[in-house]
Nanobody, 127 residues
Framework: VQLQASGGGLVQAGGSLRLSCAAS?????????RGWFRQAPGKEREFVAS????????YYADSVKGRFSISRDNAKNTMYLQMTSLKPEDTAVYYCGEKRGSSPRAMSVMGEHIDYWGQGTLVTVSS
């Protein structure tokens, strides 16, 4: 599976961005979860949001709940992260990942055991 993340950029605080993660390589099974993680300079990678590809269940980190929304387009095999009310502390490289046979919540604590990673896209929020 290849994951291609895109959509990052520079935005002012309070602004919005939409990230995309396009998957290719094989069929996506309904038991698969995909999600977004981020890594700020000098910090460890942290979970942002995830969803189950089959039923669309979602799970969010407390820090983004109510501001970010994760979604999918099954036909395009693409996942999105709509980010609103962005804050400077949201500045990071955002990575999409896939974990087979996992719930969205379980994926949130599997940072070291993700099956596939995209290459990352940089989001910079200026104050």
């Amino acid at each position: 599976v290849q994951l291609q993340a895109s959509g990052g950029g520079l935005v002012q605080a309070g602004g919005s961005l939409r990230l995309s993660c396009a998957a290719s390589g094989r069929r996506t099974f309904s038991s698969t979860s995909r999600g977004w993680f981020r890594q700020a300079p000098g910090k460890e990678r942290e979970f942002v949001a995830s969803l189950n590809w089959g039923d669309g269940r979602t799970y969010y980190a407390d820090s983004v709940k109510g501001r970010f929304s994760i979604s999918r387009d099954n036909a395009k095999n693409t996942m999105y992260l709509q980010m609103t009310s962005l804050k400077p502390e949201d500045t990071a490289v955002y990575y999409c990942g896939e974990k087979r046979g996992s719930s969205p919540r379980a994926m949130s604590v599997m940072g070291e055991h993700i099956d596939y990673w995209g290459q990352g896209t940089l989001v910079t929020v200026s104050s």
